[in-house]
């Protein structure tokens, strides 16, 4: 191998380096790494427009305005929703205590029985800082396409008046600054979400 091909391959090989050390010392580390108990979705989370619980019309904005619990379900559920918000409101209760403000959060994914004030009451007794939201079907449908949250209507076929909804039941902590953060699944019990959320406010209030 002569002297000037042999100098072209170590030129490359150090080139390869240089551009390795560059990109690893160029990545954003992750802040909140000691934090995460669940993978994160970068495209989790994204601009709504909903109604409240008092008949008011809130975007994303407005309602994410700090560290923010979402969950998506329905009033009529009969057992899975009320003991997941529950335990939300039981987390964001801990929280309080230790100083640390959460938001609750309540999308509807059965807007046609979940009127504003079906939605209010819901919230009201779960929490008294949970935000109740609900909308029209498109704006529900485009809420929870943004969090990518599966849900269906499941009709009883002996009574057509009847029906369930089917729905994913993930809980999302959510940042304005720093968007989607993680998911709970249902398993998480207060206790531990309380801490792993406590983690990520002080990682946000210490950056």
Known sequence: MNRIALTAIVAVILAGIGAGAYYKLSTPSDIFQQCRTSSTIADIGGPFELVDQNGNTVTDKDVIDGLTLVYFGYTYCPDVCPLDTARNAAAVSLLEKQGVMVKPVFITIDPARDTPEVVGDFVSYIHPRMVGLTGSEAQVKA?????????????????????????????????????????????????????TVACYADVIENN
């Not at 396409?145 to 999302?172: G, I, R, S």
């Not at 720093?178 to 699944?185: E, I, K, N, P, V």
């Open 143 to 195: 809420a929870a396409k943004a969090y990518q949250v599966y849900y269906a209507k499941q009709m009883d076929p002996e009574d057509p008046e009847f029906y369930l909804m089917e729905h994913m039941t993930n809980t999302y902590l959510m940042h304005p600054k720093y968007g989607f953060l993680q998911f709970f699944d249902r398993t998480v019990r207060p206790e531990s979400m309380a801490k």
